[in-house]
C-alpha cells in the first residue's frame, strides 16, 4: 500500500453504483497495449491502462550471469518491477524499496507458470516492467504486458498471463479499482490467470469480503480477464500483421 496521505472522498460511490470516476460498477478503464515498441530488447511490450502507463522489456532465454545461479533444468526467471520517480503523485525515492521488491517476486510468480522454463536449462529470461506513470492496478496491468513482451520475445509459452483488479467498495462489487478506491475502498483483488485454463497464478487481498462476495468479486475477473485476453491477442497479431505486410511490401518492390 502507498505511504503517502491523500483526502478521503466524501463518497466513493452513489446509491445507484456510479463510482467516483464515473464508471458503472462492472466497467473496465480503457485498456491499450502494442507489442514491439523497444528496439533493443528481445521482446517487448507498451500498456496504456487508465492513467497507468507501463514498458516491459523481456531479454533471453540468455547466458546467466551470475553462472552460479543457472538452473540445471529449467530456464531461471528474474523479473524487476520499479516505478520510477514521476511515475507516482507524490515523488518516489528512485530504487527498490520493499513494495517493488515483494511486486517484483510476485509478478515472476504470476508469470511462470505461463513459460516452458524446462526448454532452456542453464539460462535467464529477465524481465523488466518500468512504471512511468501509476494510477492504481500496476501490478496486473504490469503482468499483462509482460506476457506480451515474452512472447514478443519468441519465448515458448503455454498461455499468456491475464490480470485484473476486482474490489469492494460498500456493498458494491467493482472491477478494475481505480486510484481512490484502492486508498480508500473497502477491499481490492489483483487476480491473475492464464486464460485458456483460468488457473489462478496470482491472487491478493486487502481488506474484507464475504465467500458471496469473494465469489461474485473473482467471476468478475474471470470474465474482464477473458476480455483483456482478447486485446493482447489482437495486439500481439497487429505487430505480425505489420511485419507482414513490411516483408511483402520488400518483396514487391524487389520484383
Ligand atoms: P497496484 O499499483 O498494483 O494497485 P498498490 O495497491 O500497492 O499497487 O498501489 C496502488 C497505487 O498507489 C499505485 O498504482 C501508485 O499509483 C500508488 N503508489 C504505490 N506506491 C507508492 C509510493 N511509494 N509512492 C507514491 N505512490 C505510490
Not at 54 to 68: D, F, N, S, T
Not at 191 to 199: D, F, G, N, Q, S
Not at 230 to 242: G, P, S
Amino acid at each position: 500500500m502507498p505511504i503517502y496521505i491523500e483526502k478521503k472522498p466524501e463518497k466513493l460511490i452513489s446509491e445507484d453504483g456510479t463510482r467516483i470516476d464515473g464508471r458503472k460498477p462492472d466497467e473496465m478503464r480503457p485498456i491499450s497495449m502494442e507489442v514491439g515498441v523497444l528496439e533493443r530488447a528481445d521482446g517487448s511490450a507498451y500498456i496504456e491502462w487508465g492513467k497507468n502507463r507501463i514498458v516491459v522489456a523481456v531479454y533471453g532465454p540468455r547466458e546467466v550471469h551470475p553462472r552460479h545461479l543457472a538452473l540445471p533444468d529449467r530456464a531461471l526467471v528474474r523479473c524487476r518491477y520499479n516505478m520510477a520517480p514521476f511515475s507516482t503523485r507524490e515523488r518516489k525515492r528512485p530504487g527498490p524499496d520493499r513494495r517493488s521488491i515483494e511486486l517484483s517476486k510476485v509478478i515472476k510468480e504470476a508469470l511462470i507458470p505461463a513459460i516452458i522454463v524446462e526448454k532452456f536449462p542453464y539460462t535467464t529470461i529477465d524481465v523488466f516492467i518500468e512504471v512511468l506513470r501509476s494510477d492504481a492496478g500496476t501490478r496486473i496491468a504490469g503482468i499483462t504486458a509482460a506476457a506480451l513482451a515474452l512472447a514478443d520475445a519468441g519465448i515458448p509459452m503455454r498461455d499468456l498471463v491475464t490480470g485484473v483488479t476486482v474490489g469492494r467498495v460498500g456493498d458494491f462489487i467493482v472491477l478494475d479499482v481505480g486510484h481512490e478506491e484502492d486508498q480508500f475502498g473497502d477491499s481490492d483483488m489483483p487476480v491473475a490467470i492464464l486464460p485458456r485454463t483460468k488457473e489462478i497464478t496470482l491472487l491478493q487481498m486487502d481488506g474484507t469480503m464475504t465467500p458471496e462476495q469473494f465469489e461474485k468479486a473473482l467471476d468478475m475477473a474471470m470474465k474482464a480477464c477473458e476480455k483483456i485476453y482478447q486485446m493482447q491477442l489482437e495486439a500481439l497479431k497487429k505487430k505480425y500483421v505489420e511485419i507482414e505486410k513490411e516483408v511483402l511490401g520488400g518483396r514487391e518492390n524487389v520484383s
